[in-house]
């Protein structure tokens, strides 16, 4: 596989014009990510209704991999509850490492499956986890700070 192969339809509409690109006022969520090996760096923020996710946004410069990544996860996580998110994100981690396939028979993973062209190439993973690992951080942060509140 070539590397332009990376560069599906589906990611490039994506880096092009992302989903829920932007920042929130007082995030109950917020995380910070950067990728040393090529200088992607990232901010999520979201907020937390009712145990869900009720808004989530980004912002962030780097690779077509990292923003379309970023993008789609944002979509994907609109209304998971957090251990859902967590879930998913444990999922994602699986599968963009190549420990388990993409699913083939899944609407919620129909545009995440462009990204599994990356698996052949470990720096670009990275690129691709980026998102996810920053989410993941930003949500065991908020959950530390409701931990100590009780």
Request: proline content about 3%; charged content about 30%; hydrophobic content about 35%.
């Amino acid at each position: 596989m070539a590397v332009s192969d990376l560069y599906s339809e589906i990611i490039l509409e994506h880096y092009k014009e992302p989903h829920n690109v932007g920042e929130l006022d007082c995030p109950e969520v917020f995380a910070k990510g950067y990728n040393e090996s090529c200088g992607d760096d990232i901010k999520i923020y979201a907020q937390i209704k009712d145990g869900k996710v009720e808004e989530i946004k980004f912002k962030g410069k780097g690779c077509a991999i990292s923003q379309s990544s970023a993008s789609m996860m944002t979509d994907i996580m609109y209304g998971k509850t957090i251990d859902e998110a967590k879930e998913f994100i444990k999922q994602f981690k699986m599968k963009i490492t190549g420990e388990e396939d993409f699913p083939s028979d899944s609407d919620e993973w129909f545009e995440l499956s462009a990204l599994k062209g990356v698996i052949k190439f470990p720096v670009r993973v990275k690129c691709a986890s980026l998102s996810w690992h920053t989410l993941l951080q930003g949500i065991k942060e908020f959950e530390n700070k409701n931990e100590q509140k009780r």
